[in-house]
């Protein structure tokens, strides 16, 4: 009886997102993402350079990037380096359409800055 309680309660709580997702399987998730972000990236012929892909400090105070789970992406068209944010609406609705935040839509728009769990 002991046993069946058990896997009942294991049942409902993995099938009920009672169980907080452990930070790597949330970093590896992510990596594939970012993966597929290049990947979009370049068959719409743009270049990329990674910005801040990891960082101790120099951020807010919860950033996501001291848990590797957001990256600054530097985008070039045609060889020129775009700064804008529009420049990067393309790739930012492709990764929101992965399930990531883009920083396009932040308050201080960041557009360069795609994210996970924010």
């Known amino acids: 009886m002991k046993l ?3 896997t009942l309660l294991f049942f409902f709580i993995i099938t009920h997102d009672c ?3 452990k930070l790597s399987n949330k970093q590896i998730k992510f990596t594939k993402m970012v993966g597929q972000l290049i990947e979009y ?3 719409k012929k743009y270049s990329l350079t990674f910005g801040e892909a990891y960082a101790r400090t120099g951020h807010c105070k919860d950033s996501l990037h001291y848990k590797r789970l957001a990256i ?3 985008l070039f068209i045609n060889g020129k380096y775009m700064t804008k ?3 990067h609406l393309p ?3 492709f990764w929101e359409s992965l399930g990531g935040t883009w920083g ?3 308050k201080k728009a960041d ?3 795609y994210s996970l769990g924010e």
């Open 19 to 21: 169980i907080p997702e």
């Open 41 to 43: 990236a370049y068959s």
């Open 4 to 6: 069946i309680f058990l």
């Open 85 to 87: 944010t529009s420049d």
């Open 91 to 93: 790739l930012g609705e």
């Open 104 to 106: 396009g839509r932040f």
């Open 72 to 74: 600054d992406l530097n």
């Open 111 to 113: 557009g360069n800055h």
